[in-house]
């Protein structure tokens, strides 16, 4: 069985249809990027209330996912289409999958927090709020170059993940020698630890989605060479 090629009225409303799903993935974005920002400010702030609603709010995240999951599968099934038409709501799954897990890593900063109660950092934090800045920065950027088709954009996305792992050594390494020197601070220390990964993980996320732009706009896997270039 081939395809039938749209109709004029029925690519109208096809593009309409991507277009929303385009718009609620900037949405489900900016829900993920709101909560990676405040799980951190609970953190720094020791505002438990504030963690406890990050923690809340995952499950609206969840929902937002599995509907556009849905609407996706939908188009699939109902238009059948081909080539770049089905790229893009491919591309849309992976992408609605990745922000659904970076959601889940704010939520794990928001139970960290409340883990750690009212006890202080071992440390003044200031570059677990630069790794979640940058993380921040990549996902904004990785959506970005989706909407814009940008593989430039998408392929700066992958080189900046550097910058994030080596604030992640930094942190690992300062915090290990806190733990070494003071064995009374290794709980809350580990704690942070578990903080900096999820925000690694945060930035690892971001590169997936730009991943998924490139075979997006060019249907090949991500060159590694030309991302070293960056």
Do not use: C
Request: hydrophobic share 45%; net charge negative.
């Amino acid at each position: 069985m081939t395809n039938r090629p749209m109709g004029r009225h029925q690519r109208a409303e096809f593009d309409r249809d991507l277009q929303n799903l385009q718009d609620e993935l900037l949405a489900l974005g900016s829900m993920v990027e709101k909560a990676t920002f405040l799980a951190v400010e609970a953190l720094k702030t020791r505002d438990l209330a504030l963690s406890q609603q990050v923690i809340r709010d995952d499950d609206i995240i969840d929902r937002k996912r599995a509907e556009l999951e849905e609407r996706a599968v939908d188009l699939i099934a109902i238009q059948q289409p081909v080539a770049s038409d089905l790229r893009m709501l491919i591309a849309a799954l992976h992408v609605s999958m990745e922000l659904e897990r970076i959601g889940d890593y704010a939520e794990g900063i928001g139970k960290i927090s409340l883990m750690m109660g009212d006890q202080p950092p071992i440390k003044p934090l200031v570059d677990i709020p630069r790794m979640a800045e940058k993380a921040t920065a990549m996902l904004r950027a990785s959506l970005d170059a989706l909407v814009q088709h940008d593989v430039d954009k998408a392929y700066k996305v992958l080189a900046d993940d550097d910058e994030v792992d080596a604030l992640y050594d930094q942190v690992y390494r300062e915090l290990l020698l806190l733990m070494v020197q003071d064995p009374k601070v290794i709980e809350r220390g580990t704690y942070l630890l578990w903080t900096a990964h999820d925000l690694e993980r945060i930035a690892d996320r971001a590169t997936n989605i730009a991943e998924q732009v490139v075979y997006l706009v060019t249907g090949k896997q991500v060159d590694p060479g030309r991302a070293s270039r960056y």
